[in-house]
Structures are given as C-alpha cells and as structure tokens.
C-alpha cells in the first residue's frame, strides 16, 4: 500500500512539472494554432536564470525567481514577432514549427555559450526536508509543485473567464476575424498570448530547479514530453492538460514499476499516437479545435 | 506599405547583425585555441613544423563537463611539452574538434585528423558510441588513437590495433568493483541502475559478464535516461525488491542525484558504488547530503594533497591555467597521462617525415618500446603490450568517496 | 513566337542535360581527385540525398513535413545490419528487406499522418521518431541497445569487397537515380496530383484525385529512400548506434530540403552540401548550433522558396519567359485561401491585363452558329462525348417536367443576409423582360443540335433530388429540397445570400453528407458520399472562389482533371515508360483541346497564379470539364469577371449545354441567369420556393415578394 501511494505521490510531483510545461502549449495554440515548440528551451532558461540569479549572484530568492520569469516572458514575446507572426499563415501551414525549432536550438546554445554544461540546483527556500504520509516520502520541495500548479491553473481559467484580456484571447480562438472588427489587434491578443506562455515557462524553468538539476540541455527532452501531454490531454483544455499532466507522472512511475522502466517511454510516445489515431483533437477534448478561415 | 518594407528591413540587419555577431563569437574562440600553443611557445625553435596532434572532444552534449576535463588535461600536457622546447625542438600543436555526440561527425572528424590535417596521432574517445563509431574509420586511417574515457571495452579490445586506452575499461572497473564490494561489504547481491547510453550500457554488461564468471547474477538490472527521467522511484523499488545489498550506479550526474533521492523517500540505505558518474558533481547538487558515503571508482584524486611528482606538477600547472582543480578527477588525469604516453612514443619513435613510417613507427613504439613513465595515475614500465592496450589495470584505480560535500580518498581501498 | 520559345527551350533542356551529365562525370571522377576525408564528405553528402529527395517529395510535392525520418533511416539501417551480422546475409538482400520493412514502418507512419492533418501532422512523426529512437535504445537483443551494431560487413559482388571509394560510387548512382526518379515523377499525373492535393484538397477531391492514395506514394517513395540510405551508411561506415538516428537528425533532414528548396528537384542536392560541408568549415567555433539555427531561422524567414528556388526564380525572372514572384512558400495551401478571399482586388487586375488572355474571336467563331459549333466540338475530340452520350437532347422538353411543387409558402424572413442581395435582385428583375424576349429567339435553334446529337434518348432528368435536409448544428440549412435537373439544360439555383444554395451545391457534389433525403442520377438512386465518389459518376464542380491549383501551369492545371481517368500505375510514372509516356501524351493534347474550346490564347506554360481571375475562373471550368463529366456545377463562376468576361462565358455556357453537357448554375448576375439559363430554381431560408422558366420564375409573386421582402428590409436598415 505504502508502495502504491509512494508512486503515486514521486509521480505526481513530476507530473506537475509536466503539467506546468505543457499548459504553456495551451495557451498559444487557442488563440492562433501555433505551438512553440522552443518551450522547452524556454524552462530550460527560467531554471538556468533561476540558478544565476540566485547562487551565482545572490539574489533574494523571491527576486530572482520574479526576474526569470518576466525574462523568459519578455524573449516569448520576441520569438513570437519574429518566429510566429511571419508565419503563422493559416490552419495548414507548419513553417512555424521549423523556425521555433530554429530558435530552440539558438537560445539552447547561446545558453550554453554563457553558462558552461554545469548542471544545478537553486536551494528551495522550504529546506531539505521529508514530508511522509503513510509511510510515503515526498520532500517538502517537491510538494510545494502541487499547490503552484493548481494556483497557476486557477488564476489562468479565472483570467480567461473574467479579464477582458482573457475574453479577447477566447474571442481569437473562435473568431479572429471578429475580434478585429471590434477593435481589437489580434497580433496584440497573440503577442499576449506569448508573453503569458512564457511566463509559464519561465516559472516552470525556475520552480523547476529548486529540486530538479538545470542545465542547458534538458530544454527538448521536457518539451517533447510536454508537447505530448498537451496532446494526449487535447491542447485547448487547460484543465484536461494538467490532468493529462498528473496522470502521465503517475502512469510512467506506475509502469517502471509492474510493467518496465525500459519501455515507459515508449509507452508515451505510442499512447500519443493512438491517441492521436483514434481522437485527433485529444483524450479530454470537448469542443473542436478553432478552426480559422 | 512602405513602412512594412522598412520594417522587414531592419528585420533583415538585425538576424544579419546577429549571424555576423555569432560568427564573430565563434572566431573569437577559434583563434583562442592555437594562440595557447603559441604563446607557449616562446622556448621552443621557431619556424621549425609543429607536430600535429588531433584532439576529439566534446563541447556539446549533456556529459560535456567530463569531456572538457580531458580537453583540459591534454591542454597542460601539451604546454609542459612544448615549455620543454617540443619534441625534437617541434613545438606539439592540437587539432581540437567537437564531436557534439554525433558518430556521423565522428567519423568525419577521424577522416579529417588523417587526410586534411595530417596528424601524427590522436588522443580523445569521449562519448562511447563516437568512439565505436570512430574505431573502424581509425582502423582504415591507421594512426594510432589514444582513447582516455570512453570506457567500452569494444572500442580498444577485438582486433583494433591503432587504438590505445588511457582509461577505465568497463571490464576491469567491474573487476576492481566486485572485488572491492566483496571485501568490504561482504557480499555478492548488486543491483544494477544504469543510464541507457552507451556508458552505463557498457558498465552493466561488463558487471554482468564478471558476476556471471563466478556463478552469478545481478540481482536487479534497472535503465533510466539521463535527460528525461527525473523519477527513480520505480527503478529503486525494483532493485529494493530484489534484495540487493549493493547498488552499482552508472549515470551521469544529476540523473544519479535523483536516485539517491528515491532511495531516500524509500528509506532503502545500502552501499552505492560507481565511477565518473558518481565522481563529479551533479550528484551532490541534486542529492545534497544523501550524497555522502558514496563511492566513486576513479584513477586520480585531486582533493587530497598529491604525493606524487609529476601529479604535483600537474595539479599545479592545471590550476594557474584554468583557475581551478579539475572537476572530474579520472578524466583530467587519464587526459593528461594519455598525452604524454603519445609524446614520449613520439619521441623514442624518431620522425622521418613521412607520414604513414612515422605513424606505423609510433604505434610499434607503443605496443613494444615506450619504456618507464611516471605519470599522475602511476609510474608504469611499458604501458601497453601488443596484446594489451588498455594501460588502466587492476591496480590503477583508486576508490573515492564523497564526504561533508567533497570527493576524498575512500579509506577502504 | 510560340515555337521560338519552346524550340529555344529545347535547346536549353539539352543544354541542362549537358551540364548534368558532365557535373555527374565529374563527380564520378571523385575518387581518384580526392582524399578519403572529402570522399567522405561527399558520400555523406549521397547519403542525405538519397534521403532528402524521398522528403522532397513528402514536403515539397505533398506538403507533409515529416520530423521523423531519421527514424525511417534507422529502420532500413538496422534491418540490413542485424540480418548481414546475425545470419551473414549478403548487402544486397538485406538492403532490399532494410527498403520493404523500413516502407512498412513508412506505412504505419503514413496512415494515421496523412488522416491527422495540420499540426498533429508533425506531432505524429515526431512521436514515431521517438519511439523508433526508444526501440532502438531498449530493444537489446535486435539493435544491440545503446552501444548499437559493430562490425557491419562491406557489400561485396563476386570476390570483390566495397571499400569507401566503391561504395561511393554506388551511392552516387543512386543519388542521381533517385533525383531522376522524382523528377520523372514530377512530370507526371502523381506529382500533379500530389501537388493538387497539398495546395487544394477539396478541389482536387472534386477532380476524383484520392488524398490518401497522393500522399501516401509519397509516403512510401521517401520510406524505401530512407530505409535504403541507411543500409549504405551502416554498411560503409560498419557501425550504427541510436545516437545517429535522434530527433535532431530528423530537424537536419528537414533542414536540408527548405534550405535547398522545397519542391525543386535539385534542393536536395544544395542543402545536403551546405549541411554536411558547415560544420566542416566551422570546426571548433563556439555558437556552432547557434548558427546553424540562425541559417534555419533566416532561411524560413528570408527565402521561403530555398535556395535553388530563389535562384530559380531570379534567373527565370532575367532569362526567361517573364515571371513575377507569386509569393507561395514551400506550403502553399495558405496561400491559395489569401489569393481567394482577395477575389475583389484580383478582378480588377484581371480588367487591367487581358494581354495574354483569351481570344475573343476563337469564341465568337465558335459559337457564329449551332452548325459550325458542332463541328468544332467533334472535331476538338472533346471528353464531353460522355455526357453527349448520357443525356443529350434533353433540351426540347426540359422545362414540363422540371417544375415541381414546392412544399409550403416560402417563410419570407427579415434577416439581414438579405440586404447584400438587394441591389443585384433590383437590377435585375425590371431587365427581365427585355433580356428574355431574345432568348426565346435563340432557343429553337439549339433543338436541332441536341436531336442530332442523341435522339433515341427521351427526355429525362440526370439528377432527381428529394426531401434533403441538411442541418448545421442548429441552424436548418436545407429544409426538404426536392429539385430535377433535366438532361442538357443549365439549371440555375438563385436566391438571397444564405438561402442555402452552396450548401445544395456541396450537398450533391459530396462535400457533406445531407441528413436525410435520396438522390437520382441517370434514374438510378445515388448517394453522394465524398468529392472523389461523386466525380466518378460523373458529376465535375467549380467553388466560389478559384481553387486553381497555383504552383501548376495552366495545361498542367487541366490536365489535373484527367488523372483519375488516364493515370498510368505508380511504378510506370516513376520510370517513365512508354506506356505512360503515350497517357501523358494524350492527356497534354487534350488538356490543349480544352484550353482552344473555352477560348484560352494565352501561355499555357504561365503558372495559373499569374492568371487574372477572371481567366482562372474559365480555365478551372475547363479543368473541370476535363473530367469528362455529364453533370457540371458552377458557383457562382461570373462573379469577380469583366463584362466582357462574362460575356465569354455565357458564350460557353451555351456551347456546352449545347453539346449535351446539363449544368446547375448558381448565380447572383441575374441578367446573366435570365440569358443563359432553362430553368430557375429560387431558393430562400433552404427552402425551394419555386422552380420554372426564367421569365416566369423572376416573375412568380412569390418570388417576388421573397425579394421585395427582403427590399423592404434593406430601406428600413437604410433609414
């Protein structure tokens, strides 16, 4: 039993992590289809800056934590004018998935340029300690991803119901046409879209390393994993993709278990597909994918 | 419309802008690497060729930290050199190129070495499956390779007469460990946890393959990757389960901490034994104190007080040039010793100039008549045989441990 | 002129195959030029090329960007290797077995892609990828795990061992057989229809090109590329490890077909140098990747086309014939839907350059008098004959028997959809006197035509529609639609926007399925399931906006229509046998035939995005038309044409329906609906409110006051 929960509870915590990553896919892709697929880096970053700020240059963690984030949001924004906006030319087209690759790769190797290949860990300011229930270990560090990930959840569904930002973004995703009859720019709406994925990410990143080691390539295998979390969850449904995100931490520490640690992998990887074979718009998906015209 | 035209404008500078900056970073660099040579250089006769030596290393890649030790260990043998005058009154000169853990450019690279910059000789043979890949080509090329990590027997065992090791081969780690965990902890039940990457693949197979020689088995063999798996806890418990009284870990850095992490969650307390993996310090980041009282398989120590000669010396030309010990131990070391077990064959082979005599004569010198060396390891009479090339043996090695956040000499030994 | 040019461009294609034979002598001297590193270099340049020109084809001509390939290459890789070490096969066989398991793997790949779409397009292939790289990985006792395969034999042929020099020679050859492969392919039905079906897929379903079958040859040609070069790289280099086949060697092969230009043949051939010779160049350098992504990032961002593209098109734009860059990247689906809903703009440059247009006289010719109108027809060997034979000489009686009841009083609404239709519907009802007392005139001329084309056919109707309901979600968009389509007239459906007539239109043709309602064609119940079913039997479409086909030239654009009917096999393409050759052939004389019977003079080599759309409009009936259909549906073709435009096609419209050919015809110029049509059909809210003759169905009261109704609307929004 304590077994059970122990699984349950390591896979969890990885599942925030997960989560957090992949709800950063969500909100690109509702409002103009695209997903950036240098998210990955983008954590990477959060988490290497996280790291800087506050063991190489001893900021309050607070502090550091804040500017890694607002950091990666601000380069969001970059990428998303000079990767997306050119093109993002439609339902079909995919050019955009080549040229945030590209820039996956630059910020991964400017990264590396600056920061060396040493891999590190940001002191959580809730210590070392062991929370056990039931006989179960979870460290204190790593408990703490759970209510971060639920209060981000909360405060993203509470901005997409109620800020007028967060109406405009919804607005997009069904109509953009509409929404720029109304006044509105949608290349505005996108660029704020942007700015909050990379938010996410930099929290992600920098969440992330207060008990997991960053270096500067760990940015595409997250994203990867990530990517297919969104997918299997259906990348428009928040809540479903930290679900998704959970249960994927729990499945894979599950099946290392009574299955294999050989094939979990692969497990993933072959459930995206069939999931993708079987319901295209995702496992948790209730209305279709925006379909713009 | 014009504006928009002005716009993609700028748009255009500024990625040109930032190309141009990148390439600019990267000659920077580039001239970095030969101006050490020269500046070294000072003592040595001028407009006389410098013997060429090619370096395959890492700079990219998710172990580049080991690598870089070697790179950085080759980099003071070849300054101690060249501060001598060279070999011959020729200056030695590297050939650095970066695999980026790609066994296509791998082989490139070793075509490279021997076509176009006509290299006497190579040291490198980081990443285990370059280093297979490469193996073949090195073959075909024939100049002699001085491997001093990758710890794959294959790349230097079965019929490859060009390739030396300066390393710790798999099998004879497994050797040293058994023997080791049997002595000291009284037992034969080891679980295996390794990284899926040629590294760990190698030391598990090796470890099977000596257990098996006596009778034996794992008790548990568990994979997890490096990069992607962050939760051990399924690959502890499985191994838990097994009833091993031994754990032998062979991953990279922080992947290590994070088994040492579940073993904590799972209360699960027994010995942890592994080599270079253990060594640097992913391990104690992510593990913090866990990482304590685990042991590190490794041929050379650097926290401690050096008693030796020549790794006296080395230890302190290593830190004026880099401003700091070497990181991981074995790799730095086995760095430097390889290099300057190629210089001293170099020297006793005596160049004729033509290339293919002198790198048939380098290797022969090698394998028959390279003599004593003392190097930071150990002092050896004739290193390699032609039936044995891997220098490292059974009494090379020294066990690590880690200790209050610092990697000391282990007192059981 | 004409003659000039292709005779000037015969001799510039001998000398292209010149200078391609001479750079592959050349090549070919390689091994005795230079070392083994730049053998090397050049071997692996093979490698990729062979590779890359299988992805040419998914990316380039299909419009799939696959990001697993290095996964494909992997499986071809590994089959050869495990079977030559394990059971000491010979190279031979088992790169063939690597080539047939790596096209199942393909296949697997290829099925649940090709049904995805979009984004989940790439996502598949990525997560194959990863799970071909997992499998290589866990798969111990096959792929020999993480360490891989060691001591690949060398390929050998009687006694004699291949060495890197021989084995790059081989790839050579392949390299340039596998470029003339796709080149074959290009020119042929499958590589129009692949490209049809990535820059359109409904209009090429409409012309009965399968989706799947287009893009799964593709599939399967870059499958049987890639399993085949990784047999060669492992068997030269006698090692493989996963480590060769990860994702970022799918993003390299990726890169190396935009970079040298997707969908030209040659791109393969630029990017591969550029790849493999780069970080040569570049050594030790720091940043290395980043620049590398850089070049990936400027050259999606600042050559779209790639490099043999760019170059390509300025050298045409200096040399050549004279070609404005039509702004379409390698996908170029979007950027038909941009062209189309910028109709209006496209109209009035088509007023401005009717330069190389059509001929006015060639119509007006043609159509002088029913006679000499027949003559040409028979003697242009037009596919119409089908039709002719289907349903001819319907006209005589066409109008007693199309009438039918309809259902209730049409619910004259005050929605807004209405006003846009107002001021067409007020022109066009006081001209409906004066425009049909001529049309009377001409009628009887047309009987003789139609009787002597088929007169032992009675008077029938081709398409019998009863109680068709379509509902979109909740709106009712079709509500009991009962319509009959006489054989050999043009039957026009009018009403208020949102009357549902596209919607009737999409209906028959299989765009959607109705909810409820049966359908008749030639008498024999017929169910509409999809665009390609339906133009099997015989039913072609036009859409509202021009769904040309833009990267293709005009000829090749109507030659897209015979692919169903005259595509040779797949295998006879790719080698260009005679066989084909002669399909080819006659498809192109045809294609020509077509092109002279609705009046094109222009170049017909032009690619169609440089037509002015009003022209497009007429080339796409003819690319219609060359699906030999009886039954033609047009939406709304006139809109967006010059008066003078419009005048053409009434001209044809005439001419076909005078040949046999029935036609539903939606239209907003009313005029134009009153000269041309034999029945009117008034639609309004997806109800049928009357059927009839022009003059007396723009005259029936309840038509009018569906229209008056909607006036009166409109001048109380304008209050």
Known sequence: MSLVLQLVISGLSVGCLYALIALGYSLTYVVNGTLNMSQGQLVMLGGVLMFGFAELAHLPFLVSFAVAALLVGLLNLGIERLAIRKFDKGPNSIEWVLSTIAVGIIIQDVALYFNGPDEGVTPSPVGEGMLRIFGAGIYWKEFIFLPVVGVLLAILILFYKKSHWGLWLRATADNRTAVEIMGVSSNKIVAVAYVLSGLLAGIGGALMSTNYAVSVDIGLPLGLKAISVAILAGVNNPKGIVAAGLLLGVAEAVIGQYVSTAFREMFVYGMVILVLYWKPTGLFNARKTAIKV | MKRAAGKRWILGMLVMAMIWVLSACGAGGKEGAPADASAASGSGEAGKEPILIGMSTEATGDNAMNSVNLYQGVQVAVDQVNAKGGIDGRLVELVVRDTEQNPTRGISIIRDFSQKEKVLAAIGGFHSTVMLAQSPVIMEEKFAFMVATSNVPASVESGMPWTFGVRMNANITAQYALKFIKEHFNTTKIAILHENGGYGKGAAAAMTKVLEAEGLKPTAVETFDNAKDKDMTAQVNRAKESGAEVVYLFGQGAANGYVLQAMDKLGWKVPVVGENGTANKGIQEVGKELADGVYAIQTANFNVDQTREPAKKFLDDFTKKFGHIPTTFASAAQGYDGAMLLFQAIEKAGLTGDLAKDREAIRTTLETNLGSYNGVIKEWEQAFTPENHDAVDVNSYLMCVWKDGKLVVSDKQ | ?719
């Open chain 3, 1 to 719: 002129m004409n003659s000039f040019l292709q005779k000037s461009s015969g001799y510039r294609g001998l000398a292209a195959s010149v200078a391609a034979a001479a750079a592959v002598a050349l090549l070919a001297a390689g091994p005795w030029l230079v070392d083994t590193y730049y053998l090397n270099l050049m071997f692996m340049i093979g490698i990729f090329v062979i590779t890359c020109t299988g992805m040419n084809l998914l990316i380039g001509y299909c419009g799939i960007v696959s990001i697993g390939h290095a996964g494909l290459m992997a499986v071809g890789a590994y089959m050869s290797s495990f079977l030559s070490t394990k059971y000491g096969m010979s190279f031979w066989t088992v790169a063939l077995i690597g080539m047939a398991v790596s096209l199942v793997i393909g296949s697997l790949i290829a099925i649940p892609t090709i049904r995805a779409g979009g984004v989940y397009l790439s996502m598949i292939t990525i997560a194959f990828g990863v799970v071909i790289h997992e499998v290589l990985i866990r798969w111990d006792s096959f792929t020999g795990g993480p360490l891989g395969i060691s001591g690949i034999p060398k390929p050998q042929a009687c006694a004699y061992t291949f060495d890197l020099k021989s084995m790059y020679l081989l790839v050579l050859v392949i390299s340039v057989a596998a470029l003339l492969l796709v080149r074959n392919l290009r020119r042929s039905a499958w590589g129009r229809a692949m490209i049809a079906t990535k820059e359109n897929e409904i209009a090429a379903a409409s012309l009965g090109i399968r989706k799947f079958a287009a893009q799964y040859a593709g599939f399967a040609v870059s499958s049987v590329l890639a399993g085949l070069s990784g047999a060669l790289y492992a068997h030269t280099n006698s090692f493989i490890s996963p480590d060769t086949y990860h994702f970022q060697t799918s993003v390299q092969l990726v890169l190396i077909v935009i970079l040298g230009g997707a969908g030209r043949v040659l791109g393969p051939v630029v990017g591969a140098t550029i790849i493999v010779f780069l970080p040569e160049l570049l050594e030790m350098e720091k940043l290395r990747m980043a620049l590398y992504g850089a070049i990936m990032f400027a050259v999606l961002y600042f050559l779209p086309k790639g490099i043999v593209g760019t170059v390509g098109d300025f050298l045409r734009s200096k040399f050549g014939k004279s070609v404005t860059a039509a702004g379409s990247g390698p996908f170029s689906e979007t950027a038909a839907s941009a062209v189309s809903s910028e109709s209006g703009s496209f109209s009035e440059a088509a007023a401005s350059t009717v330069s190389s247009g059509f001929g006015l006289p060639v119509l007006a010719a043609a159509s002088a008098g029913a006679g000499a109108t027949t003559a040409d027809f028979t003697g242009t060997a037009l596919p119409v004959h089908a039709a002719a034979s289907a349903g001819a000489g319907a006209t005589t009686a066409a109008f007693s028997g199309t009438v039918l009841s309809v259902s209730a009083a049409a619910s004259v609404g005050s929605g807004s959809e209405h006003t846009a239709l107002i001021s067409v519907v007020a022109t066009a009802l006081p001209a409906v006197s004066a425009v049909s007392a001529p049309r009377k005139e001409s009628m009887p001329e047309r009987e003789p035509v139609a009787s002597a084309a088929s007169e032992s056919l009675d008077a029938a109707n081709l398409l019998v529609l009863e109680g068709i309901n379509k509902h979109f979600g909740g709106l009712h968009a079709l509500k009991d639609v009962s319509m009959a389509v006489a054989s050999g007239s043009i039957h026009s459906l009018v009403g208020p926007n949102g009357a549902g007539k596209t919607t009737l239109l999409n209906v028959i043709s299989g765009l959607y399925g109705a909810d409820q309602g049966t359908f008749e064609l030639h008498g024999k119940p017929f169910i509409p399931r999809s665009l390609s079913s339906v133009s099997v039997r015989g039913i072609a479409r036009t859409f509202q906006h021009s769904r040309l086909f833009k990267e293709l030239s005009v000829l090749e654009n109507v030659m897209t229509g015979m692919t169903r009917r005259h595509r040779c096999g797949f295998a006879q393409s790719l080698l260009r046998m005679p066989k084909q050759r002669r399909a080819e052939r006659v498809m192109e004389e045809r294609a020509r035939d077509l092109l002279d019977f609705i009046g094109y003079v222009g170049d017909r080599h032009m690619p169609a995005s440089q037509l002015p759309y009003g022209h497009q409009r007429m080339v796409e009936i003819a690319r219609a038309l060359a699906t030999a259909p009886s039954l033609l549906l047009l939406d709304e073709p006139a809109a967006g044409m010059t008066a003078a435009e419009i005048g053409q096609l009434e001209q044809l419209l005439r001419k076909l329906a005078q040949n046999g050919l029935t036609i539903v015809l939606i239209e907003h110029h009313m005029d134009f609906v009153q000269r041309v049509s034999d029945t009117v059909t008034v639609l309004d809210f997806g109800r049928v409110i009357g059927t009839g003759r022009p003059e007396q169905m723009l005259n029936d009261p309840r038509v009018i006051q569906a229209y008056l109704g909607a006036e009166e609307v409109a001048a109380s929004a304008e209050r």
